[in-house]
């Protein structure tokens, strides 16, 4: 009888969970990582009561894979079994990378996998087999006795007999790593450069070019920077940003204060406000900071629902106090800069 | 005819002010950040978190620590909304000190960190592009801000923490 497992995204990783029954027919999990086979695809095996092969000793049918492990830094493999309809397990932190990106969906990839985010799962909901075995006849469960742990055990030894890892295989694994841990961070930060921070730059800009160009930047640095060139101003913006009816209103994506800041930012440009105000002033705008989500992140941290209840009051009034506070230690802060 | 050119030119302007800003934000701001973005993520991905948990767990304990290296870590490694579940680390009465403090702290990171929150990087970034149009170096003002954020989240921790216990306390009483 072989089992349920549940295979879930480690940590930076991508995707899934999958979780996944061998059947009779479709039962063989596939390690195509390089030198062996691999302990995650291992400890599948395992724990399915399937059956581990390595891919680049033996082909197999499409169809009898259960699924497909692999350590691709995302170029090709990550993508090729995705393709295929075949359950990919990727040890690689890689996301929805390569030229084959499309094909890489969380219901079918799942990445940065350790044996410690293998689980046996009692779901029942899933379909078992993988997708591109269904077409094959319906599979008729037999009980069976799953591989004992030594059998299973003798057989690994026998697959990896004669490729033990030489020191140059482990050096290349190792510089692979490396060289795929820092592209993988250039892509999150391309991601995160053009699918936030330009879009914010955009809007600012735009925004920031209107009011300079319309003369309503006059305006402003007529009424606002006198105030904000004065320490009781600052302190007076802090108290009311930290107002606990204003501040979650104010809150939101930062937006408010993003766009104050940078409307100061050009008053400061410009010599309307002295420069030794700039460190005061990045506190005075933020008071508010965050107490649109208290909530949120409360229960993000698993707080009891009477946690919550009591710490959004408590982090509101605080604020009250804090925010102005939080000015005068910066306004100390700044002397001798600038 | 010279009118409506005039109204056009006006409305032109209004975009090409606009566009001469998002152009020096994008050759002065992006560069620097996609490398220290990449650098940091790479670390980042390099130490594992797995490893910054196993530590943050043993710190929760001490008040001082709690409200300053657990917030600066959690912003760090996992970065604006995510590192708020690290408050499972921490005691209920705790937990809304905690969040506090790992929230205020996710503006004065920008300076040093940007990667920590991509998203809301104008606060920061905003004054100090004008202080760099001074011709000023934005170092002192990018340390700074770290510094005193820590001091601010730190008394923040520690205040909520007394809020919480009084409200939590008087309620239950």
């Known amino acids: 009888m072989y089992k349920t ?291 949120v992140g409360l229960s993000l941290g698993e707080a009891e629902p009477e946690t919550i209840e009591y710490g959004v009051p408590a982090v509101l009034f605080e604020r009250l106090i804090t925010g102005p506070l939080a000015v005068l230690i910066a306004f100390a802060f700044s002397i001798g800069m600038y | 005819m010279d009118a409506i050119s005039n109204i056009a030119n006006a409305f032109i302007g209004l975009f090409s002010a606009g566009g001469e800003t998002f152009v020096g934000w994008v050759t002065g701001i992006i560069p620097t950040v996609i490398c220290l973005m990449t650098a940091v993520n790479a670390l980042i991905g390099i130490i594992g978190v797995e490893r910054v948990e196993r530590f943050c767990q043993k710190i929760t304990k001490y008040t001082i620590l709690r409200y300053t290296l657990l917030p600066i870590l959690a912003d760090i490694f996992l970065t604006n909304p995510s590192q708020y579940t690290f408050g499972r680390f921490v005691k209920e009465e705790h937990k809304a000190a905690f969040y506090d403090a790992s929230v205020s702290f996710c503006h004065p990171i920008t300076g040093l960190f940007p990667h920590a929150n991509a998203g809301e990087l104008f606060v920061y970034t905003g004054i100090a592009a004008g202080i760099q149009q001074l011709g000023l170096s934005t170092g002192g003002l990018a340390v700074r801000y770290f510094i005193v954020g820590v001091i601010v989240i730190l008394i923040r921790g520690i205040l909520c923490e007394r809020i919480f216990a009084a409200l939590s306390g008087k309620k239950s009483a």
């Open chain 1, 5 to 295: 497992i549940t295979i879930k995204a480690g940590s930076g990783g991508w995707g899934g969970p999958l979780t996944i029954t061998p059947t009779e027919t479709c039962n063989k999990v596939l390690s195509v990582t390089g030198g062996g086979i691999h302990p995650v695809a291992q400890a599948i095996a395992d724990m399915t009561g399937a059956e581990v092969v390595d891919g680049f000793k033996t082909t197999l049918p499409d169809d009898q894979i259960i699924v497909a492990v692999v350590d691709c830094g995302g170029t090709a493999r990550c993508g090729v079994y995705p393709k295929k309809g075949i359950y990919t397990v990727n040890v690689e932190p890689v996301g929805k990378a390569g030229p084959l990106a499309k094909y890489i969906t969380p219901e079918i990839y799942v990445s940065a996998v350790k044996e410690s985010d293998i689980v046996v799962s009692d779901y029942k909901g899933n379909a078992a087999g993988s997708p591109a075995s269904a077409k094959a006849a319906e599979p008729a469960k037999q009980p069976g006795a799953p591989k004992t742990k030594e059998q299973a055990k003798r057989e690994i030894a026998e697959a990896n007999a004669g490729k033990q890892e030489n020191i140059v295989v482990r050096i290349g694994k190792v510089v692979g790593r490396f060289v795929n841990i820092f592209f993988q961070a250039g892509r999150d930060t391309m991601e995160m450069v053009i699918g936030t921070i330009l879009p914010f730059m955009a809007f600012t800009a735009t925004l920031l070019g209107i009011i300079s160009a319309s003369g309503l930047g006059n305006v402003i640095a007529n009424t606002i920077s006198p105030i904000c060139s004065t320490l009781p101003g600052m302190v007076i913006i802090a108290f009311i940003c930290g107002i606990p009816i204003l501040s979650p209103v104010l809150g939101p994506g930062a937006v408010i204060a993003q766009v104050v800041g940078t409307l100061l930012g050009a008053e400061f440009a410009l010599g309307h406000i002295p420069p030794q105000y700039a460190l005061p002033a990045l506190f005075a705008i933020d008071a508010q900071v965050g107490c649109d989500f208290v909530p």
